[in-house]
């Protein structure tokens, strides 16, 4: 990874994808963040150069930018930021921890990121701007749909077919061969064993629907 980088945003999750560019031997210029408390602090090390404006100084073919904003049940503000600078120009690096596990006949689509210990089994296909996270686990076949988050420690077992913009949450569990619809949201903890149409919250073991609180 010759290139270098911009992290956008530079909270928590900012702060993991450093660490792994970091690992990976990527050359890392800071953080962009729309907090102006964050302006001026350092994160890994690095500094927090300012909000996306800085980016100005820059020519877009010069650097990479990374994804550094969490999704939480909400992949919207980590989507539309990166959407909206990808409209101005701007590319976003893929992401892969060295620890990481992927076997050469995964696929993977552009911003996709690889946290440390992640593992990603033969013929699983993941798409635009999923992150598996730390200690999470997809296995064979399994298909991600764009935007979806892996929480760490999360188990995808073999043949799972998962929805756009969803998130499974720490420590849960798919059972094989199951089809979760767009916009799946997978509390931690929780086993699902049946499939579900997507567009709400699957919770408890074994996991069953209930309705999101406002």
Same mark, same amino acid.
Do not use: K, Y
């Given at each position: ?5 911009? /992290? ?8 993991? /994808? ?5 690992? %990976? ?9 729309? !907090?102006? %408390? ?5 994160? #890994? ?5 300012? !909000? ?11 650097? =990479? ?21 990808? @409209? ?7 992401? *892969? ?5 992927? @076997? ?25 701007? #999923?992150?598996?996270?730390? $200690? ?21 077992? $073999? ?6 913009? @969803? ?10 061969? =199951? *089809? ?16 579900? %149409? ?9 996991? *069953?629907?209930?309705? *999101?609180?406002?």
């Amino acid at each position: 990874m010759s290139a270098r980088i911009v /992290i956008v945003g530079a909270g928590g999750h900012g702060a993991v /994808i450093a660490d792994a560019l970091l690992a %990976a031997g990527a050359e890392v210029l800071g953080f962009t963040d729309t !907090d102006s %408390a964050r302006h001026g602090r350092r994160v #890994c090390g690095l500094p927090v150069l300012g !909000d996306d404006s800085v980016l100005q100084e820059h020519a877009p073919e010069s650097l =990479l930018l990374a994804n550094g904003i969490g999704a939480t049940g909400n992949v919207a503000p980590r989507r539309t930021a990166q959407l909206q600078l990808q @409209s101005a120009g701007w590319r976003f690096a893929s992401v *892969r921890h060295p620890t990481a596990i992927v @076997s050469p006949f995964a696929s993977m689509e552009g911003g996709v990121q690889l946290l440390a210990a992640s593992v990603v089994q033969a013929n699983a296909q993941i798409g635009t701007g #999923c992150i598996v996270n730390t $200690g999470a686990v997809v296995e064979h076949d399994v298909v991600l749909g764009v935007w979806t988050h892996v929480a760490p420690r999360a188990v995808i077992c $073999g043949d799972v077919v998962i929805g756009a913009d @969803s998130h499974i949450g720490a420590g849960a569990v798919i059972r094989q061969g =199951l *089809r979760l619809g767009e916009r799946t949201i997978v509390g931690a903890g929780a086993v699902v064993v049946a499939d579900f %149409a997507g567009g709400g919250l699957l919770v408890g073991v074994p996991a *069953r629907h209930v309705e *999101r609180r406002s």
